[in-house]
């Protein structure tokens, strides 16, 4: 009888934009759009800079997909839960902190 493997998240690789993250497996790497976010003009830096803040290099993170649009993943990322701090909804984290507006998700 297998046993069936735990399902590992995803660890983060990159942030190159307030709404695009770089994040891999064991196996390959992803290019994420934050799903139902947009960054307000003017914002794009100060965004930039809270997103890798809050998704430093090599931290795990769990994607739920919610589209594909032009080979391009799209999915609401969310921070794992330990016990210093609760997993979060870093779309939705963006939105409350000012950052980024909520788009309607599909």
């Known amino acids: 009888m297998a046993l069936a493997q735990p399902a590992a998240a995803a660890e983060v690789l990159q942030v190159p934009s307030p709404t695009l993250v770089i ?3 064991r196996n390959r790497s992803y290019a994420v759009e934050l799903a139902c976010v947009a960054i ?7 965004a930039l800079d809270w ?5 430093p290099r090599h931290s795990a993170v769990n994607l739920r ?3 594909s ?3 391009q ?3 609401h990322l969310s921070t794992l839960t330990t016990k210093a701090e609760p997993g979060r909804d870093v779309g939705a984290a963006m939105v409350a ?5 909520a ?3 599909s």
């Open 23 to 25: 994040v891999g497996d």
């Open 40 to 46: 307000p003009p003017g914002q794009h830096q100060e």
């Open 51 to 55: 997103l890798r803040q809050a998704l």
């Open 65 to 67: 997909p919610t589209a």
């Open 69 to 71: 649009q032009d080979g």
């Open 73 to 75: 993943l799209q999915a």
């Open 97 to 101: 902190a000012g950052l980024a507006t």
């Open 103 to 105: 788009l309607p998700c």
